[in-house]
């Protein structure tokens, strides 16, 4: 079989992952893949924010959990030793398309070099937020997207936070629920 259908076959979500940090080498490779992600009239505007900082990260997974309203000390990163945010310019009428098309790749490539990723959700509400904003401020991203970069760019909008790709090696690898029959229809034509 295609090694890409391979890929897209075999990929998990994964919860569980070892502490060793991913060498900055493949997540570099996982960003570019990310980056030749279709996007709405081919803008390529949505963003990638590499986290690997402990603290960085335990940071924003606080803020995640507390967002979607977990009890205190649940890590909605499992441990992750590495977070991608996705972001993309609210003026951007396909934002939520287009980065989750980042996100999609991302999640493959991860796996195509042996790594676990999964999406976890709560980014628009962690970037809309005062803290979500003052971190990006911090980041040199302002809500605001005024100054050189955004100029090159094209950009004069907010950020969205699309979603967060948590990467690492992962501690497990579920197996593959059976898909669900009765998703595909065939329109127009018999099926040949």
């Known amino acids: 079989m295609n090694e890409v ?6 990929r998990r979500s994964i919860r569980k992952f070892r502490s060793d940090p991913v ?4 997540l570099d490779e996982i960003m570019e ?10 803008r390529q505007k949505t963003i990638i924010l590499c986290l690997t900082d402990p603290d960085v990260i335990a940071r ?3 803020a995640n959990a507390q967002i979607a309203g977990y009890k205190e000390g649940t890590d909605p990163f499992y441990g992750a030793p590495a977070v991608l945010v996705v972001l993309s310019p609210k003026e951007v009428p396909t934002a939520l398309y287009d980065g989750s098309l980042v ?7 991860a796996h195509a070099l042996g790594l676990g990723s999964c999406w976890i959700h709560r980014a628009r509400q962690m970037f809309d937020s005062a ?3 003052a971190l990006l401020q911090q ?50 034509k018999e099926k040949r």
């Open 23 to 26: 060498p900055q080498a493949l």
């Open 131 to 133: 803290e979500g904003k």
């Open 103 to 109: 996100l999609g790749n991302l999640m493959t490539a």
């Open 33 to 42: 893949a990310g980056l030749y992600a279709a996007s709405g009239m081919d």
């Open 139 to 188: 980041w040199g991203l302002p809500e605001t997207l005024r100054g050189v970069g955004s100029l090159a760019l094209g950009l004069k909008g907010a950020y969205i936070g699309i979603g967060h790709c948590v990467i690492g090696y992962p501690d497990e690898h579920p197996e593959a629920s059976p898909r669900r029959s009765g998703r595909i229809f065939y329109v127009g």
């Open 5 to 10: 259908l391979t890929a897209l076959k075999t």
């Open 60 to 62: 924003l997974s606080r």
